[in-house]
């Protein structure tokens, strides 16, 4: 019997995202079919082990601009992989899996974490993590019902 797959949700160039296994309500993540695996603005990296499992501790400012907002994370380590950036430099960096919610739909997903201080978004959106779920059209944005994620963070302060 074949499996009735969801059609595909057609998403812009930019997108309000959420991370609930993270409890990150909203992240702005600029959507980049050119890059393989997503990535996380992340700060205060700390490798720890669980029960005989690796982890990763971790910050994020969701917000651009806003360094008082600090959601305090850790997931399990899934890797350490060599990634290179859009400038040509390669850089170790820790692979996690968390859950990715957007217009209702979630699903897992692979998130490299980085410092994305000096970037505009505070998520990359790689292609693995669309692949067979979304389109992208590059002349729309916000097309996943986030248009609020701002919101999100009122009760947070």
């Known amino acids: 019997m074949k499996k009735i797959r969801e059609p595909k949700m057609i998403i812009g160039w930019r ?93 897992p997903i692979e998130l490299t974490l980085t410092n994305r201080d000096e970037m505009k978004f505070r998520m990359l959106l790689g292609r693995n993590a669309m692949s067979g779920r979304l389109v992208v059209d590059p002349s729309l944005s916000m097309q996943g019902g986030g248009k609020h994620g701002k919101k999100a963070y009122e009760n947070k302060r």
């Open 15 to 107: 997108e309000w995202l959420a991370l609930p296994d993270l409890n990150v309500p909203a992240i702005k993540a600029k959507v980049d079919t050119g890059a393989r695996t997503s990535a996380l603005h992340a700060f205060d990296v700390v490798p720890f082990e669980r029960d005989g499992v690796s982890h990763v501790a971790f910050n994020v400012h969701p917000l651009q601009g806003d360094d008082d907002l600090v959601i305090p994370c850790a997931a399990p380590l899934v890797d350490r992989r060599n990634v290179t950036n859009s400038g040509g430099q390669s850089q170790k960096r820790y692979v996690i899996a968390t859950t990715l919610l957007i217009a209702g739909r979630s699903w």
